[in-house]
């Protein structure tokens, strides 16, 4: 069974630009939960999708948006980026019978450094 | 709002010796407790979790005990080892039925010395 993967690891981009980033869910998973790391600090949650639907939002903005697709693949997208955004983002998938559990599978992250 | 705080890193210790990480947390109604670990170069991972007051959970030689007296959740491990390096992170959830959100503390290090 294949874990969850994310892409790119690395990457850098200026103020103002929009960057998307992508996961792919463990094998069987419906849930993709996406997560902020600035340096330092622990994750903080981005938002939720379920079944190609956002169900749940942490306190970010309305330029952080995200899509679920029918393999349960997902995509974050920022827009309008800011030096603040610069952090680890995590994917993390799991089944619905896993909420409220914790049992969260997580992705390496992918390293996003604005300037 | 529910928020988790545990002690500050890094914490250094020699193999063998006891390890503790505390954790406390605020949080209202009845959380989920957990430990996440992640080792360098890796994504996190559960390492143990509690669902209600007195539990106890277990995992590889650690263990935490939910205390709702006193808000906490620490972590042990009786005899440390080299490969236990790793960041370790202590969070809650907001019970059953929730969106699976996470509500993280800021993380310890731990190095464990040969």
């Known amino acids: 069974e294949t874990g969850v993967t994310q892409s790119p690891t690395h990457l850098i981009k200026t103020r103002g630009q929009q960057v998307t980033l992508r996961c792919s869910s463990q094998s069987g998973h419906n849930t993709v939960s996406w997560y902020q790391q600035a340096l330092g600090q622990g994750p903080q949650f981005i938002f939720q999708?379920?079944?190609?639907?956002e169900n749940g939002r942490g306190n970010f903005p309305p330029r952080f948006s995200g899509l679920q697709f029918p393999n349960y693949s997902s995509e974050l997208n920022v827009n309008a980026l800011e030096l603040d955004d610069s952090a680890l983002y995590l994917c993390?998938?799991?089944?619905?019978?896993?909420w409220g559990t914790g049992e969260l599978f997580f992705g390496e992250g992918s390293r996003l450094t604005v300037l | 709002g529910n928020s988790v705080t545990q002690m500050e890193g890094p914490v250094t210790l020699s193999e063998e010796a006891f390890l503790t990480i505390n954790c406390t947390y605020t949080?209202?109604?009845?959380?989920?407790l957990f430990w996440y670990v992640q080792y360098p170069g890796e994504g996190l991972q559960l390492l143990l979790k509690a669902t209600k007051a007195d539990d106890k959970g277990s995992n590889k030689g650690f263990e935490a005990t939910y205390r709702k007296e006193t808000t906490s959740f620490h972590l042990e491990k009786g005899s440390v080892q080299v490969s236990d390096s790793a960041v370790y992170f202590c969070a809650l959830s907001e019970g059953s039925g929730n969106t699976g959100k996470l509500i993280f503390g800021q993380g310890t290090t731990l190095q464990v010395k040969p």
């Open positions: 993390a998938s799991s089944l619905e019978a896993g």
């Open positions: 999708y379920y079944r190609e639907e």
């Open positions: 949080a209202t109604g009845y959380p989920s």
